[in-house]
């Protein structure tokens, strides 16, 4: 099945990071509760349109993958339309459309979603069919070989014909000494090639169980309504053991690292910059929020301090961008991405970069920056109002990342409050050499 | 302007928009001026969007100074008025509003979105943009650097590069086979005077058309249209015809990847024509459906040889349109691949479809109708489209009849009319093994 491998998207990853987590005052927080067999569940609701977007959340990712199984929680999203006792291999996707609705999923580190957009009234028929593959997916042979030639096409396609895509798996292994977050949610090629049906079906019996998901429903219900259809569906599957989630820590930082990928297929350089950073789980205190509200004043929009600074005032650069998405369950990353200008050296680049962030570490954001950057990601969340499948994305990931429905809901009044003290802390912890990887596309002409 | 978008945005095949319910019928507003807009009233968000189509788009390129409109495109936002490119950009930024021009190949869009209590500096800033940009030297140099920047990231991106490559080696000689970024050679020309007489032919108000979904009423908007748009030119100059598509052909562009990306396409039919619902309905049987598809089915399912492969009708705005494709296979099975693709073209057109496969088509086109209007930013642009095709608004209660008054021998006849698969244009960008040349 099509996924979204979203921490190799590096514009989606920026696109989380600003819409972290909402709601403006007026709306409430989404209503929840949980089922008998452990199934939380949390229906928002936006009674706009006659539509609902039902999403499963189970909390197991490419990041709980035992060593040299990688790719295999991806591989398994992949496998889950293959067929119960009651649904055909394939037919899944096909009855949602012949409701006129849509479907897909998509596998992430920390999660892996399952989800559909359906008129209101076929709700219940979608969560039927979701409870069934929750528990009684049958997978042969026939069915499990030609996907993993999928996949191996899709790795192919997002990563390997590539050039950026490659340079991001690199750093990402660089920058993670210990933690699983180094290997890519895809998987290593090599590895995904042996892996079996019968990997499959144990990583299905280990991980998937409604004790172990989240159910997010979103648009034209009542919580009543998915209560009742719930308990009828997901209710009827029993819970599983599940083992609990752990990962390994990383060991302290303590030396700063380049790559350098010379790619003679690509004609235009990249300069990236990764820095260990906590998630909002992870953090002391507000960091994660000044991390927010840092990383919008450094490269957030053509008002911010590099944007200024090296597309602007030194003309060096064409695009810049920062990423800092809080929602990894671990500690993550804080990026930095810039496009050189024609002719314009990397390490130029870099120095002139360098020079950006120990001005801002230094004297830290202005009162000005401080208000426009809260600004705008307060504006953000009402933004993410407008779409239904984006509020609920916006609960998942912050549940699974384990922060409450009411952090999150609370989340653009904290925002509020954050000062130029806090930015400054948190930027300072988060910005130094050691905890940082250096990536470097170079093209053969260079 | 984030390039990556722009170039992924400038890619993307026109889907065609699925019209909704009556609940969001959208009215017609006429400004004192005499300047219409579409208005879908909602209040149930601070906020509003705004979406401004002008056909034409980079077909309006002069000869020799192509990416003069997409130039134009990165301009507008880069100072008008009192305020240069700094100080315009702030004035948006302080205020979260967003404001977005883009090219594209037959249409100029703009978009423009806003908190509520913004909305008067939203509409000012965008109307100091249409009548006093500055175009100012240091932001041409600047955004002239970019757009290079972007013909490289295309060709960097295996599948932007075999769609620019497709549209060339489908329309050569046509303004729609032009690179939407222009050449090294033309965007060296490219000054404010070529700005200044992109702007004066591709936005013009016979070819505009105006979509306003959100938190504004009748009243407000019809005082605002006239000091936007008031003093664009009145008139054009006149639309080129639609394309003719080249002959069959297949081109490969050498590239060291280890997986062949490629994108195939032949005539189709436009929007206009009474046959388009048709071809549309068998499009969703032979690769437009996802999962559902017959391509997706054979490629895909049964053999494992790609991730997606798909199809999708494409009328233009300037008239005409195709039916394109793409896929992407390892390199070994780029053959295969292409010859099960000309197969499913062939057996459609030969044996057509079965009563089942229609009743499929009509369910989801018909059924996924609403989820094409769940939020304000997607009514919006949904309905730019119907208004840039030349529909009316209460066009939305009609569409799904019309879906559903396509019969099986409809389907057959456009299949066989147009799924001829030696008539295909194929780029194939990699080094794809075991292809047979163009027929």
């Not at chain 1, 597309?311 to 804080?334: I, P, Q």
Request: charged fraction near 25%.
């Amino acid at each position: 099945m099509a996924s979204s491998l979203i921490r190799l998207l590096s514009g989606v990853a920026l696109s989380l990071a600003t819409a972290s987590a909402c709601f403006a005052a007026s709306s409430g927080p989404p209503a929840t509760f949980k089922l008998a067999n452990g199934l939380e569940v949390v229906v928002i609701e936006d009674h706009r349109a006659p539509v609902a977007t039902h999403m499963i959340w189970y909390r197991v990712g490419a990041a709980d993958e035992t060593r040299g199984h990688s790719g295999i929680a991806h591989f398994l999203e992949h496998l889950m339309f293959k067929g119960t006792d009651k649904i055909a291999p394939g037919d899944f996707s096909k009855i949602v459309a012949r409701q006129g609705g849509q479907d897909n999923a998509f596998t992430t580190h920390d999660e892996t979603v399952y989800w559909q957009r359906v008129a209101r009234d076929r709700l219940g028929l979608v969560m039927g069919m979701e409870a069934d593959r929750m528990a009684h997916l049958k997978l042969t042979d026939k069915v499990v070989l030609p996907e993993r030639d999928v996949i191996l096409e899709e790795r192919r396609m997002r990563i390997d014909n590539n050039p950026s895509s490659l340079l991001s798996e690199q750093t990402a292994a660089a920058l993670f000494l210990n933690h699983p977050y180094g290997i890519p949610v895809i998987g290593w090629f090599h590895e995904m090639q042996k892996l079996t049906r019968a990997d499959a079906e144990a990583w299905y019996g280990a991980h998937y169980g409604p004790n172990n998901a989240i159910l997010i429903v979103a648009g034209d219900v009542t919580p009543a309504e998915v209560k009742e259809l719930a308990e009828k569906t997901y209710g009827q599957v029993a819970a599983r053991a599940v083992p609990p989630r752990w990962r390994p820590d990383e060991p302290p930082a303590i030396a700063s690292r380049r790559v350098t990928l010379v790619d003679p297929r690509a004609t235009q350089s990249y300069f990236t910059r990764d820095y260990l950073a906590p998630s909002y789980r992870t953090a002391k205190g507000r960091a994660a929020y000044a991390l927010a509200v840092g990383a919008e004043i450094l490269g957030g929009g053509a008002t911010s301090r590099l944007y200024r600074a090296l597309v602007e005032d030194k003309k060096l650069a064409a695009e810049v961008s920062t990423s800092y998405s809080g929602d990894d369950y671990d500690d993550s990353t804080f990026g930095i991405n810039l496009t050189p200008r024609s002719g314009v050296k990397l390490a130029v680049l870099e120095a002139a970069a360098d020079k950006v962030i120990a001005d801002f570490l230094k004297s830290g954001a202005t009162e000005e920056e401080l208000k426009r950057a809260i600004s705008r990601l307060r504006a953000s969340a009402v933004f993410a109002r407008d779409n239904q499948n984006t509020m609920a994305q916006i609960y998942g990931f912050g549940l699974i990342s384990g922060e409450t429905v009411d952090e999150i809901y609370k989340w653009p009044d904290v925002i509020a409050t954050v000062n130029a003290d806090e930015v400054s802390s948190a930027m300072r912890n988060v910005l130094k050499p050691e905890r940082s990887v250096t990536g470097l596309l170079v093209p053969k002409a260079e | 302007m984030n390039l990556r978008a722009l170039a992924i945005a400038a890619f993307a095949i026109l889907v065609l928009a699925l019209p909704a319910d009556a609940a969001t019928k959208p009215v017609v507003v006429k400004s004192p001026g005499g300047i219409e807009a579409w208005l879908v009233e909602d209040h149930g968000l601070p906020a509003m969007a705004m979406s401004v189509g002008f056909t034409g788009g980079a077909t309006r390129d002069v000869k020799g100074k192509e990416g003069a409109v997409t130039l134009l495109s990165m301009m507008l936002d880069e100072g008008a008025g009192q305020y240069d490119s700094r100080a315009f950009k702030q004035q948006l930024e302080e205020r979260s509003i967003s404001l977005d021009f883009s090219a594209a190949r037959d249409s100029f869009d703009i978009n423009l979105t806003t908190l509520t209590e913004n909305q008067g500096d939203a509409l000012r800033l965008l109307g100091l943009a249409l009548t006093k940009p500055r175009f100012d030297a240091a932001a041409l140099v600047r955004a002239k650097d970019q757009l290079r920047v972007a013909q490289r990231q295309v060709n960097d991106d295996a599948e932007s590069l075999a769609s620019e490559s497709w549209y060339a080696a489908a329309f050569p000689g046509h303004a729609y086979g032009r690179r939407l970024y222009g050449t090294p050679e033309s965007i060296a020309k490219l000054s404010r005077g070529d700005l200044t007489a992109a702007m004066k032919s591709a936005l013009t108000r016979d070819v505009m058309h105006i979509v306003v979904v959100g938190d504004i009423d009748a009243k407000a908007l019809g005082a605002a249209l006239d000091a936007l748009f008031a003093t664009l030119p009145a008139k054009g100059p006149a639309l080129v015809g639609p394309p003719e598509m080249a002959p069959p052909a297949l081109k490969i562009i050498a590239k060291d990847n280890p997986q062949t990306t490629a994108m195939f396409g032949l005539p189709g039919v436009a929007r206009a024509d009474p046959d388009f619902m048709a071809v549309y309905v068998m499009n969703y049987i032979l690769g437009g459906g996802s999962f559902s598809s017959r391509l997706m089915d054979e490629v895909r399912e049964k053999r494992g040889l790609v991730y997606g492969i798909s199809t999708g009708v494409d009328p233009f705005f300037i008239g005409g349109g195709d039916i394109t494709g793409s896929f992407a296979t390892k390199n070994e099975t780029a053959g295969q691949a292409l010859d099960l693709t000309r197969a499913e073209f062939r057996k459609l057109a030969a044996k057509g479809i079965t009563a089942p496969e229609l009743a499929d088509a009509k369910t989801y086109l018909t059924g996924s109708f609403a989820l094409r209007f769940d939020t304000n930013g997607k009514i919006a642009s949904q309905f730019l489209v119907f208004a840039m095709q030349g529909k009316s608004p209460g066009y939305v209660d009609q569409r799904n009849k019309d879906v559903e008054a396509v019969t099986l021998a409809d389907v057959n006849r456009v299949a066989k009319r147009l799924l001829d698969p030696d008539r295909l244009v194929v780029v194939m960008v990699g080094k794809p093994e075991g292809v047979k040349p163009a027929p």
